[in-house]
Nanobody, 124 residues
């Protein structure tokens, strides 16, 4: 079992920045690749970014590429998402996920564990 707890969400104006964090506990953190997804009301959960077990490879969804940066600290068992140049369409609940394996990082069905989510609201 892996427990994930997100933090760092909030209300920010368009063009601003937020840094989300996800703290993991339970089984060895380095067994898992980590991902960030988001879900707006009435929409499906969509891929934001992912990082492999070592932090050496990162992957981004189209909307975050160039604005978002994912990173992990295996000593602290945390994964972070730095979000810059935020837009109102980035408003959603952001979820941290953990998974085994090295393929299909964009697919939420591949993730075994999820946090409770943190709300990000970007005002125009």
């Amino acid at each position: 079992q892996v427990q994930l707890v997100e933090s760092g969400g909030g209300l920010v104006q368009a063009g601003g920045s937020l840094r989300l964090s996800c703290a993991a506990s339970g089984r060895a953190f380095t067994m898992y690749a980590m991902g960030w997804f988001r879900q707006a009301p009435g929409k499906e959960r969509e891929f934001v970014a992912a990082v492999n077990w070592s932090g050496g490879s990162t992957y981004y969804g189209d909307h975050g590429n160039g604005r978002f940066t994912i990173s992990r600290d295996n000593f602290k068992a945390t994964v972070s998402l730095q979000m810059n140049s935020l837009k109102p369409e980035d408003t959603a609940v952001y979820y941290c996920g953990a998974r085994r394996g090295s393929f299909n990082f964009h697919d939420p069905r591949e993730y075994n564990y999820w946090g409770q989510g943190t709300q990000v609201t970007v005002s125009s």
